[in-house]
């Protein structure tokens, strides 16, 4: 059981000696495996999902039990009818810069039935992995920050610099709150630097900073058929078919290389400087093992390596749902079809202007658009209906610099 971002921490909050830091995270990690790794179990045996506030208390009370444990002093920064966000600090006299760790805890929606190996709130170790629910995604930093702590104290390694903590309740739901509650907080949430605990780990396993994050937005799309479900063998090529209405309208956003086809939706983003350009160039290759470890024939982006693909925007299908298949098909023309879409930004663009470009899209399809369920006069005045939903509040992407870079 490995924690990399032990290695991490130190060097970042300017411990007097990051090499003696470094060493004493990992003695303190192998000598106490056992008890980080019963805590980690019972954090993860929590259900974490966002919409569910009770179980986001448990977490949130054990959590903050867990951080006062290591000396942080805590506090649940609330809005309503939403999870509450952690804070915690830890301040140094004499310190001259505050550091922001940024964790979130909630984890993604989860169908249990999709679980072989385990239920996803029953964490089981496997030959060496840990099977659970947002074991990697976002609970690991949350005990890897204060494994570190423990490791420092009992090797008496004091820090240069101001701690303080902020654990997000709801970023897998896309964060509706968190402006709310940032602009509720500014004083006690100001630092020199946030740190985001949150991303991928490099394909060579070596720890990486990366200095950005691309925007986010989403939304759910809903195309209608018949008033109800349809037997294809009475009415099958006569009464229009949602799937495959919704299949096309998918296949017009973009194409089999990822690329977007919605008008306009690159004029925004900001081009690559020669510096990223080259730095990009610098990164190790990992291409071919990491199509071979995910049983890839085949990538999207006309043979640009995932480094450089990542700075452009994507538009990623998350699901769709129609009917049924397998055990569950039946032979009906469905009454509707929705599509799941996720859409990730990059420098230069507003999450607002690239929905308003994707609807005006939609519209050019022949699509009258609704944002709420249209009634009979509508689905009889129009030969196509849509109805568009956003569901995540979106948010633009950032980074550090003048030049900014951008990773998901």
């Not at 990009?280 to 995932?306: S, V």
């Not at 996720?342 to 609807?359: E, P, T």
Request: aromatic share 6%; with cysteine.
């Amino acid at each position: 059981m490995r924690f990399p971002g032990l290695l991490l921490f130190p060097i970042l909050l300017g411990a007097q000696d990051a090499s003696q830091a470094a060493r004493a995270a990992r003695q303190w990690r192998e000598s106490h495996q056992q008890a980080i790794l019963s805590e980690f179990l019972e954090l993860l045996s929590i259900p974490n999902v966002a919409r569910n506030l009770d179980d986001m208390r448990r977490n949130a009370s054990y959590i903050r039990r867990m951080m006062e444990k290591r000396g942080i002093k805590t506090e649940l920064l609330e809005v309503p009818n939403s999870p509450a966000a952690i804070y915690g600090e830890m301040l140094t006299p004499g310190a001259r810069q505050t550091v922001m760790f940024y964790v979130h805890y909630d984890g993604q929606p989860v169908e249990p039935s999709q679980w072989s190996v385990t239920q996803p709130f029953q964490p089981l170790v496997r030959d060496g992995r840990i099977y659970a629910r947002s074991a990697s995604d976002d609970k690991a930093p949350v005990l890897s920050l204060m494994t570190a702590l423990d490791a420092f104290r009992n090797a008496g390694i004091a820090l240069r610099s101001n701690i303080k903590f902020f654990l997000d309740g709801e970023e897998e739901a896309g964060s509706p709150h968190l402006n709310s509650i940032l602009s509720g907080h500014k004083d006690k949430l100001a630092a020199d630097v946030w740190i985001f605990c949150d991303g991928p780990v490099h394909q060579t396993r070596r720890q990486q900073v990366v200095f950005g994050v691309r925007g986010s937005t989403g939304l759910n799309i809903t195309v209608y058929g018949p008033r109800r479900e349809l037997h294809s063998g009475h009415y099958g090529n006569w009464a229009p078919n949602p799937v495959v209405m919704l299949a096309h309208l998918i296949a017009g956003m973009r194409d089999e290389d990822g690329r977007i086809k919605i008008n306009g939706f690159y004029d925004d983003v900001e081009p690559l400087s020669e510096s990223e350009r080259k730095a990009i160039a610098a990164m190790p290759d990992i291409e071919a093992g990491l199509r071979e470890e995910l049983l890839l024939g085949r990538t999207e982006g006309g043979g640009k390596r995932l480094e450089e693909l990542i700075t452009l925007p994507a538009l990623n299908v998350r699901g769709i749902e129609a009917a049924g298949v397998g055990s569950q098909s039946r032979n009906v023309v469905p009454a509707t079809a929705t599509v799941s879409i996720d859409i990730r930004l990059v420098k230069g663009m507003d999450h607002r202007r690239a929905l308003d470009k994707l609807v005006e899209h939609i519209r050019r399809q022949g699509y009258h658009v609704v944002t709420t369920e249209p009634d009979e006069a509508t689905r009889l005045k129009y030969p196509k209906v849509c109805k568009v939903a956003v569901r995540e509040q979106g948010y633009n992407a950032v980074g550090t610099g003048s030049r900014r870079w951008r990773r998901c």
